[in-house]
């Protein structure tokens, strides 16, 4: 067996650094953390706040800012994109349940699927964007459902029959 030659030295009393001095001499706000900032909170170059919504084969990519309520989807105005009632509705109903129509400016840029589907990809679109817009109104969005993604697709046709739930007559004989 070999000996140890690991040799330990008493130990001494570790004296405090001369940098100590230096850190208290620093203004006080220098020595306070900086508060953390979410990145959903932070808006992008012109005060824009971002969110992405999905529904069937739609993308919706939903900007939001304060201003004078205006709602813009692929330039045009949202009434003039959307011609069903029940679209602007549903869509309109994301910004009273969070009580900011007329306060905030909406530009939208939508493509795929449906009318039926881009709206409920505007709505998931726009639930993220005013979350990040204002953290507060996230109870709000959950309570409604604006945050939830409808993940729900049309079934596929099956082989060897009309369509997906379809069937071809059946003869006994």
């Known amino acids: 067996m070999t000996e140890d030659t690991h040799t330990t030295e008493p130990t001494t009393p ?3 650094p001369a940098t100590l001095e230096v850190v208290e001499s620093l203004p006080s706000e220098l020595l306070t953390p900086e508060p953390e900032v979410s990145v959903a909170a932070t808006p992008t170059a012109g005060g824009w706040f971002w969110g992405t919504g999905r529904r069937k084969a739609s ?7 304060s201003g004078s309520g205006e709602f813009k989807v692929n ?7 959307f011609t069903e009632e029940r679209d602007h509705k ?3 109903a ?6 900011t129509t007329g306060g905030v400016e909406v530009a939208v840029k ?5 009318y039926t589907g881009q709206a409920g990809a505007i709505i998931l679109g726009l639930g993220r964007a005013l979350m990040g817009y204002d953290g507060s109104l996230e109870p709000t969005l959950r309570q409604h459902g604006f945050l ?14 009309p369509g ?4 071809f007559q059946f003869s006994k004989r």
Do not use: M, W
Not at 94 to 99: E, H
């Open 14 to 16: 570790i004296e405090a």
């Open 59 to 65: 993308v919706a990519r939903v900007r939001v800012r």
């Open 75 to 81: 330039g045009r105005d949202l009434t003039e994109f």
């Open 90 to 92: 549903t869509i309109g």
């Open 94 to 99: 994301v910004l009273d349940a969070t009580k």
């Open 110 to 114: 939508v493509h795929g699927g449906g």
């Open 148 to 161: 939830s993604r409808d993940p729900r697709r049309v079934e596929r046709k099956k082989p060897g029959q």
């Open 164 to 167: 997906a739930r379809k069937r």
